[in-house]
């Protein structure tokens, strides 16, 4: 397993770092409130234009993501995915010569379009090589890269602003092109570094492969699985409220009388906080096996947040909006980064819906789907926090907590109907009838030669799988 886990998840992460790097680095040069490093002005926006600007995003992302998973099964994921980094670093590298409001929006757009692949690509990718009781950790793993970024996008925008009016360019756009050539750069080493799926790995024996062999399933299932649906909203619960806080710590930052420099770098201890406890509640998830009860002891907190001052997360958001002090301002980022990047546990939602979807074409359209879905609510997060609002921003701390009620309640109907079905299996009423012998099972759930055809068949409906809560 060390094996694997060396071939797949560094290089995994180093991309899913630059993604998350690439697509939240507007937050870190384009500023509505102060104008961080004057990109707003350079580029005659408006207020609303630039929450256009961060909005379009989101659509092309939402809406390339399940036919990129398609395309990932049909395609080598080492030409796919490089194929795709390879692209989204030349959009990031021409966002920053840009020269005006609609080329910026086109940018944003074509960013989106090529990013959509990789985390849901990868997530498939990852299911597909590990076992269900070790999948979690590894997707906790890869997405701490997102939480990374967070910490090195500051650090790298505080540094690079030093080459403000080099060539004739400001620090903006210098910001985007040296981040967007790093992803291209990645993305062709790519070509060679990424593992195609273990029945052709060369890095493993032939009998290695055989014991992470894959299984072959029907799309149309997942697209009739209750799961997939309930999932996506799960998802949107997480992802919303993560979203906002990538795209507006620097703005929060800045609000409590921090300037660009010093607000970016200050973002770096509250990232570096975020990948530390993703990976610690990834690894307890995984040790355990309980990702629904962790999502409910999660998702608990958050609701209590809403109504009890006492608790962990109420004071976080108490304190952002209420305080007049920057360093108990800055003290309540802290608050936040654990309710969104840990309690909003995108990667082990992810995890404990692909833990539960049975076949790789299904699992694939199942993370897709979640996970777009998701995505697409990164657009509502890109303009709840409006210049108007400030510096109480009700309507986006309203919506953000509405999110986390529509989590909390998917996840309960989720964690229910998963364990009354493991618990009709248990009781016999799933069995299918095998052979000739009708006392093995009931008619209405089908007849198959061999348990082996039943299993194959079915994927997760069949009788004897049961569903990780």
């Given at each position: 397993m060390r094996k694997i886990d060396i071939a797949l998840i560094p290089w995994l992460s180093l991309l899913y770092l630059l993604s998350f790097l690439d697509r939240t680095s507007i937050g870190n040069v384009l500023n509505r409130f102060s104008q961080l490093y004057h990109m707003v002005d350079d580029l005659h926006m408006s207020d609303n234009q630039?929450?256009?600007?961060?909005?379009?995003?989101?659509?092309?992302?939402?809406?390339?993501?399940?036919?990129?998973?398609?395309?990932?099964?049909?395609?080598?994921?080492?030409?796919?995915?490089?194929?795709?980094?390879?692209?989204?670093?030349?959009?990031?590298?021409?966002?920053?010569?840009?020269?005006?409001?609609?080329g910026l929006?086109?940018?944003?757009?074509?960013?989106?379009?090529?990013?959509?692949?990789?985390?849901?690509?990868?997530?498939?990718?990852?299911?597909?090589?590990?076992?269900?009781?070790?999948?979690?950790?590894?997707?906790?793993?890869?997405?701490?890269?997102?939480?990374?970024?967070?910490?090195?996008?500051?650090?790298?925008?505080?540094?690079?602003?030093?080459?403000?009016?080099?060539?004739?360019?400001?620090?903006?756009?210098w910001i985007f092109i040296l981040e967007g050539l790093a992803t291209v750069l990645a993305g062709f080493l790519s070509f060679w570094i990424i593992q195609d799926f273990p029945d052709t790995a060369k890095f493993l024996s032939e009998a290695e492969r055989t014991v992470v062999k894959l299984k072959m399933k029907y799309i149309w299932m997942s697209l009739a699985d209750w799961k997939t649906w309930v999932g996506m909203m799960i998802y949107a619960g997480c992802d919303m409220p993560l979203y906002a806080f990538s795209l507006f710590l620097p703005s929060i930052i800045n609000?409590?009388?921090?300037?660009?420099?010093?607000?970016?770098?200050?973002?770096?201890?509250?990232?570096?906080?975020?990948?530390?406890?993703?990976?610690?509640?990834?690894?307890?998830?995984?040790?355990?096996?309980?990702?629904?009860?962790?999502?409910?002891?999660?998702y608990y907190h958050l609701e209590a947040s809403s109504t009890d001052p006492r608790t962990f997360s109420a004071i976080g958001y108490i304190l952002l909006v209420a305080s007049k002090n920057a360093a108990l301002s800055y003290f309540a980022v802290y608050m936040a980064t654990w309710y969104d990047y840990t309690l909003f546990k995108v990667p082990y939602h992810s995890a404990w819906v692909s833990n539960n979807v049975e076949g790789s074409y299904k699992r694939s359209v199942s993370l897709a789907m979640v996970i777009s879905f998701g995505n697409i609510n990164g657009a509502v997060s890109s303009n709840v926090y409006r210049a108007r609002d400030k510096p109480w921003y009700p309507l986006g701390h309203?919506?953000?907590?509405?999110?986390?009620?529509?989590?909390?309640?998917?996840?309960?109907?989720?964690?229910?109907?998963?364990?009354?079905?493991?618990?009709?299996?248990?009781?016999?009423?799933?069995?299918?009838?095998?052979?000739?012998?009708?006392?093995?099972?009931?008619?209405?759930?089908?007849?198959?030669?061999?348990?082996?055809?039943?299993k194959r068949e079915k994927g997760d409906a069949w009788s004897g799988y049961r569903y990780r809560l």
């Open positions: 630039y929450l256009i600007s961060l909005t379009v995003f989101f659509f092309s992302y939402a809406i390339f993501e399940v036919p990129s998973n398609v395309f990932l099964k049909r395609l080598r994921p080492s030409i796919w995915l490089s194929f795709l980094m390879l692209v989204w670093g030349i959009m990031m590298t021409v966002q920053g010569l840009v020269h005006n409001y609609g929006v086109g940018m944003r757009w074509m960013l989106g379009m090529f990013e959509a692949g990789l985390f849901p690509g990868v997530n498939y990718y990852l299911s597909c090589w590990y076992k269900r009781s070790e999948f979690g950790i590894r997707a906790a793993v890869f997405f701490s890269a997102a939480s990374v970024s967070g910490a090195f996008g500051g650090l790298l925008a505080a540094a690079i602003a030093n080459m403000d009016g080099v060539g004739g360019k400001p620090a903006w756009a609000q409590v009388r921090y300037t660009a420099t010093p607000a970016n770098l200050l973002t770096v201890p509250v990232y570096v906080f975020a990948c530390i406890i993703t990976c610690v509640v990834g690894f307890c998830a995984d040790k355990y096996g309980r990702r629904g009860y962790f999502n409910l002891c999660v309203g919506l953000v907590l509405m999110y986390i009620a529509f989590g909390f309640i998917f996840s309960v109907i989720y964690l229910i109907f998963l364990k009354r079905e493991n618990n009709k299996r248990d009781r016999g009423e799933r069995d299918e009838i095998i052979g000739d012998d009708t006392t093995t099972g009931h008619e209405r759930n089908g007849r198959f030669a061999t348990v082996e055809d039943a």
